[in-house]
């Protein structure tokens, strides 16, 4: 059973950079099976794609979120992160890791709260 976990900082200050990583096991972060997402979902408002990771480190994300986001992996920990420029208030959700099978988020993490705050 693949099972996801997000780390990172709950607390970021407007303008600074986010960055949180997600921890895979019960499978290889190298498998074409999975690609790779970051998924938010602000207070009180529906979940929002960010981005994904796939095959040969192939990319796409969001077009609101393009110019400040930035999703990689590291095969030797089996992990996947996010980084988010230049953060405000706006930014402050849950943030979600999951493994999409054939386009469909399947497995999630927990979760984690982000707040952006000085």
């Known amino acids: 059973q693949l099972q996801l976990q997000e780390s990172g900082p709950g607390l970021v200050k407007p303008s600074q950079m986010l960055s949180l990583t997600c921890t895979v096991s019960?499978?290889?972060?190298?498998?074409?099976?999975?690609?790779w997402s970051w998924i938010r979902q602000p207070p009180g408002k529906g979940l929002e794609w960010m981005g994904d990771i796939a095959l040969d480190d192939m990319t796409v994300y969001s077009p609101s979120l393009k110019s400040r986001t930035s999703i990689s992996r590291d095969t030797s920990k089996n992990q996947f992160s996010l980084q988010l420029n230049s953060v405000t208030p706006d930014d402050t959700a849950v943030y979600y890791c999951?493994?999409?099978?054939?386009?469909?988020?399947?497995?999630w993490g927990q979760g984690t709260q982000v707040t952006v705050s000085s």
């Open positions: 019960g499978g290889s972060i190298t498998t074409s099976y999975y690609a």
């Open positions: 999951a493994a999409q099978v054939a386009g469909i988020p399947t497995y």
